[in-house]
């Protein structure tokens, strides 16, 4: 075969036929963060780790060198507005931004990713359980960010969000060689339904996203700029246009009676954080968040109990869930009662029919309504423009 080497993914099994080809050949065998990191190991490498925002952030930061016109490679999870591609590998570019996910690289190389790229500059947003299907208990999905820190060398920088307490413990308390900055909520107001930066002088500048998550999410963005040779001033100018990374708080319409988002949000923080945000942005309007449990953690009865208090910023809440998701993923059956138990919200409605989630929405009071759909999935194919078009006839 004339192949010098094969990118293995995390979806192929470890009886792939073409995997047990390539070892019988002899053939070398990279996952794919190996396989950035080769590409990338003389570069400055920026990795952008946590359990949420990581998309977000990685985006702005891109977003803030492409205005910049500053030579970059570059990997991030989701499709970005001026971007053609989600990954960017060339001889040229001196710095390489990568998302840095702990999810693990591949069948048969069990580390998480984040490990693998060896980052010079490293962000932590913040930590909540995940992935249980691979790392069973809380204690042991910290150690991978422990390590993902005490990786950074000396001459290194890690970035970290000190309103959350687990990165702190791991930032503040580990054998951390690197350089620390510690960033937190940027001064801001919010005034008919518009964010705005404060900044000196009075001045303030508008943005087009919002929640305290996302501003969050942009002071660390900004500080890692900084490490760039971005000034405050260059960043703040470049991302007033920032409109966010494909399915992270996506306006999918606006009326003048109905808004709708639909976000990437699965796990408890991100639902949490996301339904905040939207009350913060429409504290008037009539609030109704929907929530597709889609993921393998997600839809695990013990995982479950995570979700408490989740969605209490809505004025309506649904959880909609397939029970043939759960049986193809060869988990116990979970009981509606047992997700209004989980949420710990007596009125929350609980669905299982694609359908009826349409069917449920047009029963809502839609007069001065905001609706956020989240998922990781599409609610089993449901189409967001067509609905809110249905919706807002």
């Known amino acids: 075969a004339n192949l010098d080497a094969i990118v293995l993914g995390m979806h192929a099994r470890e009886d ?4 047990l080809k390539a070892k019988e050949l002899g053939i070398t065998i990279y996952s794919y963060p190996e396989f950035l990191y080769e590409q990338a190991k003389d570069k400055k490498r920026v990795v952008i780790g946590g359990s949420h925002g990581k998309t977000s952030i990685t985006a702005m930061i891109l977003h803030v060198l492409h205005h910049h016109n500053i030579d970059c490679d570059y990997m991030v999870g989701a499709q970005l507005q001026g971007f ?13 931004i990568f998302e840095g996910d702990e999810y693990l690289s591949s069948p048969i190389d069990r580390r998480p990713k984040f490990h693998l790229y060896q980052a010079d500059i490293a962000l932590i947003s913040g930590i909540a359980w995940d992935h249980i299907n691979v790392f069973p208990t ?3 999905y910290l150690d991978q ?4 820190a005490q990786q950074i060398p000396e001459g290194g920088a890690l970035i970290y969000c000190d309103l959350d307490e687990n990165v702190l413990d791991i930032c503040q308390h580990s054998d951390v060689q ?13 005034v008919d339904g518009q964010t705005f930066l404060k900044v000196e002088k009075g001045e303030a500048i508008p943005l087009d996203v919002f929640g305290d998550h996302n501003l969050a999410n942009m002071e660390g963005a900004r500080m890692v700029c900084q490490l760039l040779g971005i000034e405050s001033k260059q960043f703040r100018e470049a991302i007033t246009s920032f409109k966010g990374a494909s399915n992270r708080m996506e306006l999918v319409h606006r009326s003048e009676n109905l808004v709708m988002y639909k976000d990437f949000a699965h796990s ?20 109704i968040a929907c929530l597709e449990l889609h993921t393998f953690s997600s839809l695990n009865e013990e995982f479950l109990l995570e979700y408490k208090g989740a969605m209490e910023a809505a004025d309506v809440a649904m959880v909609y869930y397939n029970p043939h998701t759960i049986e193809h993923k060869k988990l116990k059956a979970i009981t509606e009662q047992q997700v209004k138990e989980a949420f710990g919200r007596e009125n929350l409605s609980t669905l299982t029919e694609s359908d009826k989630v349409v069917l449920f929405l047009k029963e809502q009071e839609l007069d001065n309504a905001v609706i956020l759909m989240m998922s990781s999935g599409n609610f089993d194919g449901i189409e967001h423009i067509s609905l809110f078009n249905d919706l807002d006839a």
């Open 16 to 19: 792939n036929p073409e995997l």
């Open 84 to 96: 053609d591609t989600m990954v960017r590998l060339t001889d040229a570019a001196p710095i390489a």
């Open 138 to 140: 809380f204690e042991n």
């Open 145 to 148: 960010f422990r390590i993902f």
């Open 178 to 190: 690197a350089a620390l900055y510690a960033y937190g909520l940027p001064a801001h107001e919010i």
């Open 268 to 287: 408890p923080s991100k639902v949490t954080a996301t339904t905040k945000a939207v009350r913060q942005q429409y504290p008037e309007h009539n609030f």
